[in-house]
C-alpha cells in the first residue's frame, strides 16, 4: 500500500486546550450516550449468549456441545478481530464519525440474523457478522470519546462507557427470566426472541447519533482546519448556552504546531509502534490480553460451569449473572473517579493486581469444592468489580498513548491482537475443560488466567504513563506536529 502523502501548511492551533477547558454540559452527556450506548447493546446480547449457552445443548433446540459453544464464541471474536482492524485504519484515514455508523449498522445485522439461525455453520457465521461491527465500534467511538471529552474526565468517563456493558448485561441476565421461561416462551423461540428484540432496540442508536459531530482533532490534522474551526465553535457556543456560562479563553501557550497532511500511510502509521513506541506497545498489549482472556474465558462459559458443576438450571442462571454484571459496572462508576486523581499507573496496577489474586483464590476454592453456586457467584462479583475497570483501562490506555493519526488503528491491533491471543483462545480452551467435567483442569484454566493479570500488572507498574488531567496531544504528538 502506497505510503505518500499530501502536504500543507504549517499552523498552529488552540483546538485541542478548547475542547479540553470545556465545562461539563448537555452535550457531553449526549455525546456519552449515543455513542456509549453500543456498549450496553452489546453487553445485552453478549451476556444473553452465555447465558442462552446451557439451552442450546438441549437435543430440542440446536444440540451444541461445549466445545461447540466455545467455538461459536470465537468465531464472533475473530469477527472482531477482522473488524477492528479494518474499521480501525479506515476510521483513522476517512473520519470517525462515518464508521461508527457503518460499524453499528454492521453490527446490528448480524444480531438480527442470529436470531433466525438454524444449524452450527450458520449461527457460528452470524456471530462472526456481530463481531465484525464490534470491532470497529471499539476504534471508532473509543477515538471519538476520548477526542472530545474534557482531558480532566477522560479517565472516568472512558471507564464508565466502557463499564456501561453490564448495565447491558444486566439487562441480558434478567430478560433470560422471561425468554427462557417455558411457562411463557417455548425454549425453541425465546432465546430467539432475545436477539431480534435487541437488533431493534439498536436501530434507535443509529438514529441518536445523528448530532455527534466529527472529532475537530481528526479534521485539524486532515487538512480540514476550517471545518475543524467550525464545529469547535458550534460546540462551544452548545455548551455555554447549556451551561449559562462565559468560556475563558484557553492559554497561549497551549497552542500546538501542526503540519498540515491530508493522508497518512499505513507504514507511516505502523512504524512508530514497533520502533520509537516499543514500550507503549508492550504495555498495551499485555493489557489487552490479560482482560481479552479473562474477560472471554470467564463471561462465555458462566453459565455452563453454573449448570455442570452446580446444577443450575438453564432458565435460572440469569439470575445468578445479575448480581455479576451489577458488581463490574459498579467497578467501573466507583473506582474511575480514582483514575483521573490517583493516576493512571497506580489504579491500572492496583485493580489488575486484586483482580488476578481474587481470581486465583476463587479457583482453589473451586477446585476444593468448598464453594456453592451462591457463594461462587459472590466471589466473581467481588473480582470483577475490580477486574471491570482493569479491562476497560485497557482501551483507555491505548487510546491515549499514540498519536492522534493511528489512534483508531492502534486500538484496533491492540484489540485484535489480545483478543487473539486472550480471547479467541480462551472461549475454546474453557469449554474444552468445562466439558472433561475435571475441577483441577478448569482450575489450571484459572490460574493461567490469574497469572495474565498479575503479569499485566507488572508490565503497567514498569511503563505505565502518567496520562491523567492531561491533553491527548502531550501524552502522544500528533504525527504531524511541526513542534
Not at 440474523?113 to 438454524?118: M, V
Request: proline share 4%; net charge positive; glycine share 10%.
Amino acid at each position: 500500500m502506497a505510503t505518500s502523502f499530501s502536504s500543507g501548511e504549517t499552523f498552529e492551533t488552540l483546538i485541542p486546550a478548547r475542547l479540553d477547558r470545556l465545562p461539563w454540559s448537555k452535550f457531553h452527556w449526549l455525546l456519552v450516550i449515543g455513542l456509549g450506548i453500543t456498549w450496553v447493546l452489546d453487553g445485552l446480547e453478549v451476556t444473553l449468549m452465555g447465558a442462552i449457552s446451557a439451552v442450546l445443548q438441549r437435543p430440542d433446540v440446536l444440540h451444541f456441545s461445549g466445545a461447540q459453544i466455545g467455538a461459536i464464541s470465537s468465531c464472533y471474536l475473530a469477527g472482531a478481530v477482522l473488524g477492528s482492524l479494518v474499521f480501525g485504519h479506515l476510521t483513522d484515514r476517512y473520519g470517525r464519525r462515518t464508521f461508527f455508523f457503518i460499524s453499528l449498522a454492521i453490527y446490528l445485522l448480524g444480531v438480527g440474523l442470529t436470531a433466525f439461525s438454524w444449524s452450527l455453520w450458520n449461527f457460528a457465521l452470524f456471530r462472526f457478522i456481530t463481531g465484525t461491527g464490534i470491532g470497529g465500534e471499539y476504534s471508532a467511538v473509543n477515538s471519538a470519546i476520548d477526542e472530545l471529552i474534557p482531558a480532566r474526565l477522560r479517565g472516568k468517563v472512558d471507564l464508565i462507557v466502557n463499564g456501561s456493558y453490564w448495565l447491558g448485561a444486566a439487562a441480558g441476565a434478567a430478560s433470560t427470566l422471561i425468554i427462557l421461561n417455558p411457562r411463557i416462551l417455548p425454549l425453541q423461540i425465546g432465546w430467539r426472541v432475545g436477539f431480534g428484540a435487541g437488533a431493534i432496540i439498536g436501530i434507535v442508536i443509529l438514529y441518536s447519533r445523528r448530532f455527534i459531530p466529527e472529532s475537530p482533532r481528526w479534521l485539524m490534522t486532515h487538512g480540514q482546519l476550517d471545518a475543524a474551526e467550525k464545529t469547535v465553535r458550534h460546540v462551544e457556543q452548545t455548551v455555554a448556552q447549556e451551561s449559562r456560562q462565559s468560556l475563558e479563553s484557553p492559554p497561549q501557550d497551549s497552542k500546538i504546531r501542526i503540519h498540515e497532511r491530508h493522508r497518512f500511510g499505513v507504514i507511516a502509521i505502523l512504524t512508530p509502534i514497533v520502533s520509537t513506541m516499543r514500550s507503549r506497545s508492550l504495555l498495551g498489549l499485555s493489557l489487552m490480553i490479560a482482560q481479552a482472556f479473562v474477560y472471554n474465558a470467564m463471561l462465555f462459559t458462566y453459565a455452563l460451569v453454573l449448570a455442570r458443576y452446580y446444577g443450575v438450571p438453564a432458565n435460572r442462571t440469569g439470575l445468578y449473572l445479575l448480581p455479576f454484571a451489577f458488581g463490574n459496572f459498579l467497578g467501573s462508576l466507583v473506582l474511575g473517579h480514582f483514575f483521573d486523581t490517583i493516576g493512571r499507573r497506580q489504579m491500572i496496577a492496583a485493580t489488575f493486581t486484586i483482580a488476578g489474586l481474587l481470581l486465583a483464590l476463587s479457583g482453589y476454592w473451586f477446585w476444593r469444592d468448598a464453594l456453592t453456586a451462591t457463594s461462587q457467584t459472590v466471589l466473581w462479583t467481588v473480582m470483577f468489580f475490580f477486574a471491570s475497570p482493569a479491562g476497560s483501562s485497557a482501551y483507555l490506555t491505548v487510546s491515549e498513548i499514540f498519536p492522534l493519526e493511528m489512534r483508531a488503528l492502534a486500538i484496533a491491533i491492540f484489540y485484535s491482537a489480545g483478543t487473539a491471543v486472550g480471547g479467541v483462545v480462551a472461549p475454546w480452551l474453557f469449554g474444552r475443560l468445562i466439558d472433561t467435567g475435571s475441577r483441577l483442569d478448569l482450575f489450571a484454566g484459572y490460574i493461567i488466567a490469574s497469572a495474565l493479570m498479575l503479569g499485566a500488572a507488572i508490565i503497567e507498574m514498569i511503563f505505565g504513563i502518567a496520562a491523567e488531567r492531561t491533553s491527548l496531544e502531550k501524552i502522544a504528538p500528533p504525527l504531524s506536529s511541526a513542534a
